[in-house]
């Protein structure tokens, strides 16, 4: 079945350093959708991605799915505290019924 | 966004009761409800994916006979767990999408989740 594989698990970085999470599915994905939950939170959608190597921004950060449409990137410019929590990348592939598989997630750690 | 609420968000209850647990889109019409459950400092995994008016379709390895899901309408879907054994125990999250065309089609909204104690 689809797997979709997430690195890094953990991310520790100081106030101000950029932050990059990798997301890598094992099938091709009709779309690829972010999500940020935060810590005792319920996931929350960040954006999603259709098109072979379509880049969104979103102020800090910037999405790009690959074209392929296997991978995609969450990239963060000068992390702050508020940015704390966890990614998660979630593929979907066409079924019948457009489910979505979420990755492991990145948990990111901003030390002030 | 759309919101989601999810009803309860916290119950504790006795090994081989039941739990039921609501989920209801509040502003828009969610053809399609998806449950998931997740595990303290891991991933959501996907349960099942309910469609308004017809029978769930159950990911494998989730028992449909102990994860019982109805969606009754629009709004609301309900996961009944029978017989709860303390395996049980976890962070069940409902989200919902509309339909094709919709404002939010494809786009996902969460419930603020239920964390289940089976004691």
């Known amino acids: 079945g689809q797997q979709v594989m997430q690195i890094p698990q953990y991310q520790h970085v100081q106030e101000g350093e950029d932050f990059t999470t990798y997301c890598n599915s094992s099938?091709?994905?009709?779309?690829i959708q972010w999500y940020k939950q935060r810590p005792g939170g319920h996931p929350v959608f960040l954006i999603q991605?259709?098109?072979?190597?379509e880049v969104k921004k979103q102020k800090r950060l910037t999405f790009q799915f690959g074209e392929a449409k296997k991978n995609s990137s969450l990239h963060i410019t000068a992390t702050q505290t508020t940015d704390v929590g966890t990614y998660f990348c979630?593929?979907?592939?066409?079924?019948?019924?457009?489910?979505?598989?979420f990755g492991p997630g990145t948990s990111l750690s901003v030390i002030p | 966004g759309a919101v989601v609420s999810q009803h309860p968000s916290r119950v504790i209850c006795k090994s081989g009761t039941s739990v039921k647990i609501e989920c209801r889109s509040l502003?828009?019409?969610?053809?399609?409800m998806f449950w998931y459950r997740q595990f303290p400092k891991q991933s959501l995994m996907l349960m099942a994916t309910?469609?308004?008016?017809?029978?769930?379709?159950?990911e494998q390895g989730v028992e449909k006979d102990k994860f019982l899901i109805n969606h009754a309408s629009l709004t609301l879907s309900t996961l009944t767990v029978t017989s709860a054994h303390p395996e049980d125990s976890s962070f069940y999250i409902c989200?919902?999408?509309?339909?094709?065309?919709?404002?939010?089609?494809?786009?996902?909204?969460f419930g603020p989740g239920t964390r289940l104690t089976v004691l």
């Open positions: 989200s919902a999408s509309s339909p094709i065309g919709g404002r939010f089609y494809n786009e996902q909204f």
């Open positions: 099938t091709t994905l009709s779309n």
């Open positions: 991605l259709v098109k072979s190597g």
């Open positions: 979630a593929g979907m592939q066409k079924t019948s019924y457009d489910k979505v598989i």
């Open positions: 502003d828009f019409q969610a053809t399609t």
């Open positions: 309910s469609n308004e008016g017809s029978k769930a379709t159950y």
